[in-house]
Every structure is written in structure tokens, then in C-alpha cells.
């Protein structure tokens, strides 16, 4: 929603457009997200181990969330197709899930937001983890996917309430 409560990609008629960002200030857009995927203590041992028949699942994962980010507009209509200027994608182990926390940080600087290129690099990188080890786990279970905060732009800043 806009400013004004009204969705900005949606016309009078209900059809849908890309929003016309070039009116915009250019500025530095910072946004973070984050998900994780639950697995089996003996899967998180694998992983964490580099014994994954698929190879190095973490840094795979790692480089997938990155490339997914740069491919937003390819896979999420209506959005922008950016300059990102930083894409990073760090995965933590959580002993507490068991699994694997996925945290994405996209920054440019531009005419529009960063949320669903960190959102889609968190994504994407769940879906590798899963696809990487889904001959060992099929229970895996992605969750908690977020934003977690951004900055810039005519919105301002947001932080998730809930964010650590």
C-alpha cells in the first residue's frame, strides 16, 4: 500500500501496472531479510560436515540467494529491474530450529526499494539448502521468511518489531 492506504499497483479499472518510479529521488535503499529451514539434527550434521552428496551446500545456497536477487524482476511481476549496488547472504547454523538461519542484505541506490530482492535472495536460498539435501530430509521445512527492516526512500525507515 501507498501512503495514502491505496495499492500502488493496481489501476482505477483493477489492472495491474508497474508503478512509474522515475518522478523519485535517488537514494540509498538498504533492506534485510530473513527465513530459515528446519531439518533433522543428522541433516544439520551433513551440511555442517560438507557431507552432502550434491557438494558444498551452504556456499551453493549462499551464491543461489545472491543470483536470485539479482533476478527479482525476472521473477516477481512488476518489479523494477535494479542496479544492485551489495547483495550478501549469510547462513547460520540453529542448533535451537535444528537448522539453518538465512539472513539477506541488498543495498543500491536508486529510484526504488530493495525489500523483495532481500526477500527472494532469503527465498531462493532456503529452496537450494532444501533441493541439496532433500535426498537425506524431505520433512525440511521453510519458515519465517521476513523482512526484517529497510532504509531510504519517501517511506522512510522500518524495522520489524520483532527484530532482533
Known amino acids: 500500500m501507498s501512503g495514502d ?9 483493477g489492472e495491474a501496472h508497474m508503478v512509474d518510479v522515475g518522478h523519485k529521488a ?5 533492506a534485510v531479510a530473513e527465513g530459515h529451514i ?14 552432502a552428496k550434491k557438494g558444498d551446500v551452504i556456499a551453493t ?15 516477481i511481476p512488476l518489479c523494477h529491474p535494479l ?9 547460520e547454523e ?5 537448522g539453518l ?3 539477506a542484505t541488498v543495498k543500491l541506490t536508486g529510484q526504488t526499494g530493495v525489500e ?6 532469503v527465498s531462493v536460498t532456503c529452496l537450494t539448502i532444501y533441493d541439496m539435501a532433500k535426498a537425506v530430509d524431505k520433512t525440511m521445512e521453510i519458515g519465517g521468511i521476513r523482512l526484517l527492516e529497510k532504509t531510504g526512500g519517501k517511506s522512510g525507515a522500518f524495522r520489524h518489531p520483532e527484530a532482533r
Do not use: F
Not at 492506504?5 to 479499472?13: D, V
Not at 542496479?83 to 547462513?91: A, E, F, G
Not at 540453529?94 to 535444528?98: G, M, T, V
Open 5 to 13: 492506504g491505496a495499492l500502488t499497483h493496481i489501476g482505477a479499472s
Open 26 to 30: 535517488e537514494t540509498v535503499r538498504v
Open 38 to 51: 528446519r531439518m533433522n539434527l543428522e541433516t544439520l550434521t551433513i551440511i555442517r560436515e560438507g557431507n
Open 61 to 75: 545456497a549462499r551464491i543461489a540467494g545472491i543470483m536470485a536477487a539479482k533476478q527479482t524482476a525476472s521473477l
Open 83 to 91: 542496479m544492485l549496488s551489495k547483495v550478501t547472504v549469510d547462513i
Open 94 to 98: 540453529e542448533r535451537d530450529l535444528p
Open 101 to 103: 538461519k538465512v539472513t
Open 116 to 121: 523483495m530482492e532481500a526477500l527472494t535472495a
